[in-house]
C-alpha cells in the first residue's frame, strides 16, 4: 500500500483518545487520503482502558487493524506497557511524561517525551493532553499543514461543544511548540 501510515492511540477513558483518533482520520479525509479509524474500549469506558487505531494512506486500506504501528502516542503508563512493542523499527512513540515513569531503552524507534497533561494543567487547558500530544506528532512527523490542522478541528469538535474550539486550537499549537 502506498504510503500506509498506521498509528494506534491509547490511554485511559476520559482522556480523549477517541477524540484524538477521530482528529487524526479527519486531517487524512481532509488531505484526501483513504482513512480507517476503529476504537477500542474496556466495559467501564471512563476509567478504563482505551485504545483506537487510525491508518492513512494513498491507497486503499486492507485492514483497519494496527499489529504493527508506524507510531503510537501512549497517555499512561499501562498503555506504555501495552504498546510500546507495536511500534514498527524506525517508528516513532508519543510518550505522555506526566504519567509515564518509564523510559524505552532501545535505539529502533524515535520517542517523544512530552509532559502534556502538566502543560494542560499550566495552561488552563484541563482535558487536553490529548490535543498537545498531537500537536507535537503533527509537528515532528510533517502530517498537515495549519489550515488543515485547523479544518480537521473544525470539523471534529461539534457544534454542542464549539466553546472548546479556540481550546483546542490552543492545545494543538502548545504541542507544535513543546
Not at 488552563?124 to 478541528?153: F, P, R, Y
Request: proline share 3%; charged share 20%; glycine share 10%.
Amino acid at each position: 500500500m502506498k504510503n500506509l501510515k498506521q498509528y494506534l492511540i491509547a490511554g485511559f477513558g476520559g482522556q480523549g483518545i477517541l477524540f484524538v483518533g477521530k482528529l487524526l482520520a479527519n486531517i487524512g479525509l481532509i488531505s484526501d487520503k483513504q482513512v480507517t479509524w476503529m476504537p477500542s474500549y474496556g466495559p467501564a469506558m471512563r476509567g478504563g482502558t482505551c485504545n483506537c487505531s487510525v491508518c492513512i494512506s494513498d491507497s486503499l486500506i486492507g485492514s483497519p487493524v494496527v499489529s504493527e504501528a508506524d507510531v503510537v502516542i501512549a497517555m499512561n503508563g499501562p498503555s506504555y506497557d501495552k504498546f510500546i512493542g507495536s511500534v514498527k523499527k524506525g517508528g516513532a512513540a508519543y510518550i505522555d511524561s506526566t504519567l509515564v515513569d518509564s523510559k524505552y531503552d532501545g535505539d529502533d524507534i524515535t520517542v517523544h517525551y512530552v509532559p502534556a497533561t502538566e502543560l494542560a494543567a499550566e495552561n488552563d487547558l484541563k482535558g487536553m493532553a490529548n490535543i498537545i500530544m498531537l500537536g507535537k506528532l503533527i509537528k515532528e512527523s510533517g502530517l498537515a499543514d495549519s489550515e488543515t490542522v485547523k479544518k480537521a478541528i473544525e470539523a471534529s469538535v461539534s457544534a454542542k461543544k464549539a466553546n472548546l474550539l479556540a481550546a483546542n486550537l490552543r492545545a494543538i499549537e502548545l504541542g507544535m511548540n513543546s
